[in-house]
């Protein structure tokens, strides 16, 4: 079911690190990024695909993890991403893709929680991250997709009336995703 697999593709910032993603699986989730619907059909994105322990390590440091989590660093030694997806806009084809990348990364994250693993958009770079790769002029990064075997359980919340739309952490470290009700996002019907 389609509903399933939505409510299944949540942000994970905890993973099982040391079990590997193989390069071809990383190529299929690019691949049905590339699918997705594109402005003017120009697909100014690409993909670097990194699943070696060096370039992660160089990587890691880079990322803003969960800035609700104000106690939170971010993910310790053992669950960090097993691997990453950075997204790239390519400047000669386009000055701006966000309507690209949030349909090329759903799609990306829908096929890896099919596959059992999750995923984390992060958008909040360090601007030193660029130098970590070997990039021409006209690649831009714009947001990374950190990917792993989930080691955390992230339940959806629908919000409640005077309830916060932040993402929280209850005492056994299960991650809460408030969702404003259906019923307050429809603002207007015409049946
Ligand atoms: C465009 C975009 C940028 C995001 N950037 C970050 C980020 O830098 N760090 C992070 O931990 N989460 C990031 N997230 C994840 C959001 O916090 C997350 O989508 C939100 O809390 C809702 O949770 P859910 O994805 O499970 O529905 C980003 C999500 C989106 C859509």
């Given at each position: 079911m389609l509903y399933d697999l939505i409510s299944k593709t949540r942000s994970f910032r905890?993973?099982?690190?040391?079990e590997p993603i193989a390069m071809e699986t990383l190529r299929y989730l690019v691949d049905l990024a590339r699918l997705g619907g594109s402005a003017r059909n120009l697909q100014p994105l690409k993909y670097v695909l990194v699943n070696t322990p060096a370039l992660k390590a160089k990587i890691f440091p880079h990322l803003g993890w969960a800035?609700?989590?104000?106690?939170w660093t971010g993910p310790q030694e053992g669950e960090r991403p097993a691997a990453y997806i950075v997204c790239l806009l390519d400047t000669r084809l386009s000055k701006e893709a966000d309507c690209d990348l949030g349909i090329a990364t759903q799609n990306l994250l829908l096929g890896a929680a099919e596959k059992g693993l999750g995923g984390c958009r992060i958008a909040s770079l360090a601007p030193g991250l660029r130098d970590v790769f070997d990039l021409d002029d006209h690649l831009q990064v714009l947001q990374v997709i950190a990917l792993g075997r989930p080691a955390e359980t992230v339940f959806l919340n629908e919000q409640g009336p005077g309830e916060d739309i932040k993402y929280w952490r209850d005492t056994d470290q299960i991650h809460h995703v408030p969702k404003r009700p259906l019923q307050e996002i429809i603002a207007g019907e015409h049946d």
């Open positions: 905890r993973f099982v690190e040391d800035g609700y989590l104000k106690e």
